[in-house]
């Protein structure tokens, strides 16, 4: 068969694209397995930390029927008390107000939660019981923290907050003091309050904030904000209550979530807090999974432990993000070995070259669908989620090893054939706009699935560049092609374009949208032939 100059120069570019692919699929592997070198922390122990103990699967402080054993508890501040001098809890329910007799049997403190919330009745038992744990053990205790974040969840005024703070105040011996925790932007907001409490509590999370900062200048954007709210309230200590980095999750800006970035910042506040002798609580011990349904993937990874209670990296030498990174390559080789028995069947080729693209589209395919997966792990909730995805995946990757088939065989010079579209693009195209509308309108806490999409957007890119058939695309993908780079740019420009991941989800939306819309161009300049097949 023979081709044109501008269909070798067409093909020249699709080898290099098909090359280019599974490069970066290879090369991000690698990169996510090799060691980091940080700054190490000026100890492996640190003063306080969060701890919830509802870390097994279904388990969540939400339930009101939710109870946690002594026994638990007692293996768990076993297991703390080698790396922690203090636990700070948030609520006296759920079996939670045995810490401190346990944390006693422990040589820990506690920073005892009392959990305030919307409902009137339950909070009089909160402190009812907090208040007689503090009375019976008065020794344990750095302080009782009256609410955390209700200011910020709006469940009551300051006014209200106030009463309960006050009461408890007054029902305590001096010796222990009482404070309230909230983000340091509520206390500047409620500057009053600062009269009921001995002294304050400040949340600083760097990822979360407004104006999300990067790792990099994390620990300098808490010492600024430490800064300003001791100016603010002078003669009053100021305790931060929570601080930390998730090691899971979406990137905010240039926040990307990552044990990497978890480690990095952990040590390098740790350095910071050692060196101007600050009080601290960091956030959180053990990972909690519950938090996925209110906050996303990132919500269930704040912790320094795992689910299993192991650490997920040192506090002094290299950190790795991926230890196990060659499962990605061997994914990789899976995919090229599962795409290459397609140019079994075909007889009217240069197999040679035939199989070459199929091996390049299949280790491409399988190094994306492996970061995919990875994110399944950590994202997925339940058989639900996890049906979805795999759903998903699956339909992706028989989308691109059809594409990948008929993209070989055009490299391979097989007769010519039109490429396959019809309703499979159709429902892609659908299904990322509706992905994109969800990002723009309520993106706070999902993820990019980036691998997934990236099968289809970049198959369907490539088989476009060498299709030359003049057949007009239908009115609904048109209408769904012009509106994708509109919805991607705008997830781009939500993040001030500081977010990499945007940039890639843009990327992709553009690659399918042009496919279609060079489609549109060809056989706008020609005759049109019948619609593409349904």
Known sequence: MSFSPSSRGRRLVAWLMLALLALAGAAWWWAAGRPVQLPDAPSARIACVSYAPFRKPG???LDPNAFVSPQRIDADLSALSQRFDCVRTYSQGQGLSVVPEIAARHHMQVLMG?????DAKANARQVALGIATARKYPQVLRGVIVGNEVLLRGELTEAELAGYIREVRAALPPSIPVSYADVWEFWLRHPKLAAAVDYITIHILPYWEDRPVPPERAVQHVENVYARVTRAFPGKRVMIGETGWPSEGRPRRGASASVVNEARYLREFLRYAASVHMPYNVIEAFDQ?????????????WGIFDVHARPKF???????????WWLGWLAGALG??????AGLRRRRWQRGRGWLALALAGFASGTALAWQVRQMVY?????????????ACLAALFTALRLASWLAGRLAGAPFKPAPAGRLRSAWLFVLALYGLLLVFDGRYRDFPLGLFALPCAGYALTAWLDQRRRMPSREDLFLAAWLPVLGGTVVALERGENPATWLWLALNVAIAAAVLAAWRRARVAPVMLDESR
């Open 289 to 301: 999974p519950w938090k996925r349904a209110q906050e996303g993937t990132v919500g269930g990874y």
């Open 314 to 324: 040192p506090m002094q030498g290299p950190v790795v993000e991926i230890p196990r």
């Open 379 to 391: 994202a997925c909730r339940d058989a639900w989620e996890w049906s979805i995805s795999i759903a």
């Open 114 to 118: 009392i959990w305030l919330d919307g």
């Open 59 to 61: 388990e969540t402080p």
């Open 336 to 341: 090229a070995g599962l795409f290459v028995p």
